[in-house]
């Protein structure tokens, strides 16, 4: 157990609607990365908040948005979903970041039909 | 971005045999990390090597670093059928503006009892 929690491990929802996962960060990591799994594009870096401020962005969508909250917990918001959105969707967290080591939260399945 | 490749994609060997996979990247690190994934569920950090460092150990892991050839090597001594599972390796570089981890598409190990 890494530590690291996400809600739900499941999601099904249809294209066009919108949902939101929620990640609680191991206690006392600052920093809280969202990626992005699917079988086509593999593992991606989607972006990155350090202390409730983002601090970088890889490949996210225009559609996908995130935040972390003064509690430190993190949520992933997609919205205009796609078939192409159905992938695993991982948060991890450190303690700041870069050269520390990443703890993977188990994952959110989302399908979309 | 700083990705990592593994090779080979994908290797088959029987229980308690070693088992041997490779990273190579592109750019100077800060540190190497390798993850394990089991199907379909959060990755896992194995070990963490930083670029000063040539060879790291924990349990049945040996982790080599190589940076005049840009390489690093995973190796699992005395396999076992838990062993089964995705291993990825993932450079990590300071200057890169992201401290997301980019990994590549994993080594897929199987043991065979």
């Known amino acids: 157990d890494s530590g690291v929690t996400q809600t739900p491990k499941h999601l099904i929802t249809a294209t066009g609607q919108r949902v939101t996962l929620r990640c609680s960060p191991r206690?006392?990591?600052?920093?809280v990365y969202w990626y992005q799994q699917s079988l086509d594009q593999g593992l991606q870096f989607l972006i990155q908040?350090?202390?409730?401020?983002?601090?970088a962005k890889g490949n996210i969508l225009e559609r996908f948005s995130a935040q972390q909250f003064p509690d430190l917990h993190s949520e992933l918001n997609l919205s205009s979903l796609e078939l192409g959105d159905s992938a695993l969707y991982f948060c991890?967290?450190?303690?700041?970041?870069?050269?520390?080591?990443?703890?993977f939260g188990p994952g959110t399945r989302l399908l979309v039909l | 971005s700083q990705q990592g490749e593994e090779d080979p994609q994908a290797l088959s060997i029987q229980e308690g045999e070693n088992a041997t996979m490779n990273c190579s990247y592109k750019t100077s690190i800060n540190n190497l990390q390798w993850y394990r994934q089991n199907s379909g569920r959060g990755l896992v950090h194995l070990i963490l090597i930083r670029s000063n460092e040539r060879e790291k150990h924990s349990g049945r892991l040996r982790v080599t670093l190589d940076t005049s050839k840009k390489s690093s090597s995973l190796l699992i001594t005395a396999s076992r059928a838990a062993d089964t599972a995705s291993y990825f390796c993932a450079p990590y570089y300071s200057g890169g503006g992201a401290d997301g981890l980019t990994f590549g598409k994993g080594t897929h190990l199987i043991i065979q009892p």
């Open positions: 908040y350090y202390n409730g401020e983002e601090r």
């Open positions: 206690s006392g990591d600052l920093s």
């Open positions: 991890a967290s450190s303690l700041a970041g870069g050269t520390e080591t990443q703890y």
